[in-house]
Every structure is written in C-alpha cells, then in structure tokens.
C-alpha cells in the first residue's frame, strides 16, 4: 500500500510518515499542492492524506483537479479546527472522510485501514488457501493461528495477497513497500521474502521465486500440481 501525504506542516508531517511507515505503509511526502498534484499524476497512490491548507496550490485544488482527472483514490482530508466550510466542500468535492488537527495517531490509522479496505472493494478478511487476512486489524491466521509479522513483512504479505497469486515483480515490490528516499535494495525485498516465506510454509502457503521475474504466492494444493 502507497500513501501520498500532503502537508507543509513538517512536525505533522514527519508524525504522520513515521507512524505509517512503522506499520508497513510506502509513504511519500508533497509539502506543497504543486508537489501534490505532480506526484498523483505520476504514481499510483492507495490513499492521499491532504491538508487543505496547503501552499501554492490549495488542498481543495489538488482535490478537484485529481476528481476531474477521473480517479476514485481515498482522500482522507486533514482540516483546522476552525476549517468546517472548508471540510464541507471537500467532501462535496469527493473527499471519503477527514479528521480535524490536533488528531490521535490511532485514531487516523484506523481510518487508513478503512479507507484502503474500501477502495479495494474487498471483504475485510481475505482468504488464500489456510491463510487469511484480516484487513481492517491487519492481521495473518494461518489455520487460525495468528502470524507474527514484522511491518515490512506485513506489507510484503499484503502486496502479495492483493495481486491473489499472480505474479509480482521485484520493482513492484519496492514501489509498494517503498516511499520516495526509502533506500530498499532488491537484496533486502529477497531477505523480506526469505523471512515471510519461512512463516508462511509450516501452514503450507508459498512463497514462489520466478526466476528473473519475481513472486507469486501459492496454495497448498497449486503445489502438489506444480
Ligand atoms: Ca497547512
């Protein structure tokens, strides 16, 4: 899951990076609306966090713009105390929700985990074989025991699920686990793999090397066939 936040308020913002990124989430950081607005047109985002506070180009602006662009993405929109015309037009615009600042850390996680559930359109708990995940928790049962995972595990897992057996590249990976600046090498993605893969096998799901390529995850019974 990639997440653009849009704040010029860097103690918020570095808040907001650190807590997400802690939870397995590829954050990047746009400062200003200009900023904002190039980086929705040239990467794909699962959520935008936005202050409509923003300079050069006002969170409003950048909202508007990326609806007339046609994209459905989540916005979670961060407005002042005093902000409540403003929160009323973006949600008119096609915001999915907001929180006024100052906000609780927790409490903004959990609506990340619902607005990225939603987008997905999927049911909150996915199943793979005897593995299921649980995304609104963000927890992993295998056979009804639950997986300790590691953040970047965790992301890794859910990367992997949400492609549900495909197959996933190596540069795909680091694009999804990494925000911009995050130095993550292919040699760490294949550590990452080596560890999930070793939680994951006792319960039978794989994770499969396709040489040159990348990963897909398997079900027990696609191994016995292959
Ligand atoms: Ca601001």
């Known amino acids: 899951m990639r997440i653009l936040i849009a704040e010029d308020d860097s103690i918020i913002a570095d808040g907001l990076c650190r807590s997400l990124r802690g939870s397995g989430y590829a954050v990047d950081r746009a400062a200003n609306g200009m900023e904002a607005d190039t980086a929705l047109v040239s990467t794909a985002y699962d959520l935008l966090i936005l202050d409509l506070g923003l300079p050069k ?3 409003l602006e950048v909202l508007k713009r990326l609806r007339s662009r046609g994209s459905a993405l989540p916005v979670l929109i961060l407005t002042a105390m005093d902000g409540t015309e403003d929160r009323v037009r973006g949600l008119d615009l096609g915001a999915d929700d907001y929180m006024v600042k100052p906000f609780e850390l927790p409490e903004l996680e959990a609506r990340v985990r619902a607005l990225t559930r939603r987008s997905g359109g999927a049911a909150p708990t996915v199943q793979f074989g005897p593995l299921s995940y649980d995304q609104v928790g963000r927890v992993a049962l295998i056979d009804g025991e639950p997986l300790d995972l590691s953040a970047r595990e965790l992301g890794l897992l859910e990367v992997l699920l949400s492609r549900s057996g495909r197959l996933v590249s190596k540069d795909q990976l680091v694009d999804q686990l990494c925000g911009w600046g995050e130095e993550v090498s292919h040699n760490a993605i294949e550590v990452y793999v080596h560890r999930l893969r070793k939680k994951l096998e006792p319960g039978g799901v794989r994770i499969a090397t ?15 066939s292959a």
């Open 57 to 59: 180009l006002s969170g």
């Open 210 to 224: 396709v040489r040159g390529l990348g990963y897909c995850l398997e079900k027990p019974q696609e191994n016995r």
